[in-house]
């Protein structure tokens, strides 16, 4: 997929080959196409390392385009601050380079018609999109915005009093889960908001012969600290209950904390688990094809792309059911 940076192109290596929408010309003559710049404050689409945020920050981009829509990469500035107590004025002052570098852009080419902010939150500022928006009347769209009372802590208060501007400023909030939704409507009942169900590209799947060979579960999840580490701790602890049934584990995914992991299933019998590493979307495609089990607690998962995945394989999943999770899965 080509992405326009300005007057660049950048290629994502995005798999996804979404239908086309049926073609009807009286119907589309009316639809106003518009130039979309796209900006992730948290991870740019073209960041290296993988993530869920990184994915469906490409699904976005991928599905903009194919509406038929010029998108642009604003940027890949990253304001991620991952401690309150930490201001990072080196990475202000790059927004606010970035801010006049793309204000002479428009200035000379024109304005897009709608800044899109993917993922805003109180990490993650957007010190990009508001003062441009400001600047030349842009509207401005969120994506995934979530707001939360007990994040008011050091400079993240002051990013979240920002982005509670910018909610209600907005011309239009989209969420992604229930939960943000309702914690949006909470704290911004003026704000405009709507929903937008969490979406894969399901065809690499469906292009698999599902192949289950039983007994075989499979997990795929990057290895870091937080989140993941406890999910990843939760499941080997579930799993010590389980050692009177023929299960073996398939684990795809690295990441800095790949000792801690597999120090976490060292009491287990070698056979038992086969890990895997990280692997291309093709390759989770064919791995997932042989497993009978999706397996992952998903501690902190707004929603979990992965979960969606596993489904478009036909896998069942067991998770546990907080945080966004009742939007990917299912309970039966």
Known sequence: MLIRRDDEKISLPVTAKFPSAPCNSHKTAHIALMKIAFYAPLKSPTHPVPSGDRLMARLLLRALALAGHDVTLASDVRSFHGHADVAMPDVQQQAATEVERLSRLYAQDGKPDVWFCYHPYYKAPDWLGPILCQRFDIPYVTAEASYSKRRNLGVWAEFQAQLLHNIQTAALNL??????????????????????????????????????????????????????????????????????????????????????????????????????????????????????????????????????????????????????????????
């Open 175 to 332: 969420c992604l889960t229930e939960r943000d939704f309702q914690g949006l409507a909470a704290v911004a009942p003026q704000a405009r908001l709507a929903r937008l169900v969490p979406f894969i590209d399901a065809e690499p799947f469906w292009a698999q012969q599902p192949m289950p060979q039983h007994g075989v579960l499979v997990t795929v999840a990057m290895m870091r600290a937080g989140d993941k580490l406890s999910s990843y701790t939760a499941l080997a602890q579930a799993l010590t209950r389980l050692m009177h049934l023929p299960w073996r584990l398939r684990v795809v995914g690295d990441g800095p904390c790949h000792d801690a992991v597999r120090a976490l299933f060292a009491d287990f019998a070698p056979d038992r688990i086969e890990w895997l590493g990280q692997k291309p979307p093709e390759a989770v495609a064919e791995i997932l094809s042989t497993a009978s089990l999706y397996v992952w607690p998903g501690h902190g998962e707004a929603y979990g792309l992965a979960y969606l995945e596993a489904q478009a394989m036909g896998l069942p999943v067991v998770a546990e059911a907080v945080a966004g999770k009742p939007m990917a899965c299912a309970s039966r």
